[in-house]
């Protein structure tokens, strides 16, 4: 079956950096579109960054361009967030997810998601 593991959670103080991990199992990765969303206590989940089958496209959302970077390794069948300028407003449990159709920024565009990884940004 279909499995997305994150990983590269954790606690950093505000300014720090951390990388995330999702390996991709049980599907043809380079097939998704794969994105990364998170979720805050009592907010709903929300989109942070995608990109293509191929990784020539990456999209953003506004609170985290310029600071977090999407990246994946087909070979690999991983997907990266790279998480720099941390602030206590990206704390958030992160969930890496694969998209088989359009709309990178819709939940519902997304067939298989992991589990989560925690992420706290202490000021």
């Known amino acids: 079956q279909v499995q997305l593991v994150e990983s590269g959670g954790g606690l950093v103080q505000a300014g720090g950096s951390l990388r995330l991990s999702c390996a991709a199992s049980?599907?043809?990765?380079?097939?998704?579109?794969m994105g990364w969303f998170r979720q805050a206590p009592g907010k709903e989940r929300e989109f942070v960054a995608a990109i293509s089958w191929g990784g020539r496209s990456t999209y953003y959302a506004d609170p985290v361009k310029g600071r977090f970077t999407i990246s994946r390794d087909n070979a690999k069948n991983t997907v990266y967030l790279q998480m720099n300028s941390l602030k206590p407003e990206d704390t958030a449990v992160y969930y890496c997810?694969?998209?088989?159709?359009?709309?990178?920024?819709?939940?519902?565009?997304?067939?298989?998601w992991g589990q989560g990884t925690q992420v706290t940004v202490s000021s």
């Open positions: 049980g599907l043809t990765f380079r097939n998704y579109y």
């Open positions: 997810g694969a998209a088989g159709s359009s709309g990178y920024d819709r939940l519902t565009s997304y067939n298989f």
